[in-house]
Nanobody, 128 residues
Framework: QVQVAESGGGSVQTGGSLRLSCAAS????????MGWFRQAPGKEREFVAA????????TYADSKKGRFTISRDGAENTVYLQMNSLKPEDTAVYYC?????????????????????WGQGTQVTVST
């Protein structure tokens, strides 16, 4: 059974930064692709970023490019989401997701259906 746990959420002012962490347990973590999604109040969950199992490829939602960076540390079984220049519209619950599936294109990880295991989410609040 794979367990996924996010951490690092909190409150920050506009323009600030946060780094979210996602720890996944399982015998083959190094083989999992990882993704971040978010859900704002009253809105559907949306894709943020994803990284392949080997860390060689990443993909981002267009609106997050340049501000968010996804990375992974295989030794620590952890994936990170560095968020800079935060805006109030970034306020949401951020979810980490993992999958052992491998796709030919990293862009295939931009959909929720690509992932098999999900964390409980961590709240990010950006105030003006």
């Amino acid at each position: 059974q794979v367990q996924v746990a996010e951490s690092g959420g909190g409150s920050v002012q506009t323009g600030g930064s946060l780094r979210l962490s996602c720890a996944a347990s399982g015998p083959t973590f190094s083989s999992y692709a990882m993704g971040w999604f978010r859900q704002a109040p009253g809105k559907e969950r949306e894709f943020v970023a994803a990284i392949t199992w080997d860390g060689r490829s990443t993909t981002y939602a267009d609106s997050k490019k340049g501000r968010f960076t996804i990375s992974r540390d295989g030794a620590e079984n952890t994936v990170y989401l560095q968020m800079n220049s935060l805006k109030p519209e970034d306020t949401a619950v951020y979810y980490c997701a993992v999958t052992p599936s491998r796709f030919s294109s990293v862009s295939s990880y931009s959909g929720e259906s690509a992932f098999d295991y999900w964390g409980q989410g961590t709240q990010v609040t950006v105030s003006t």
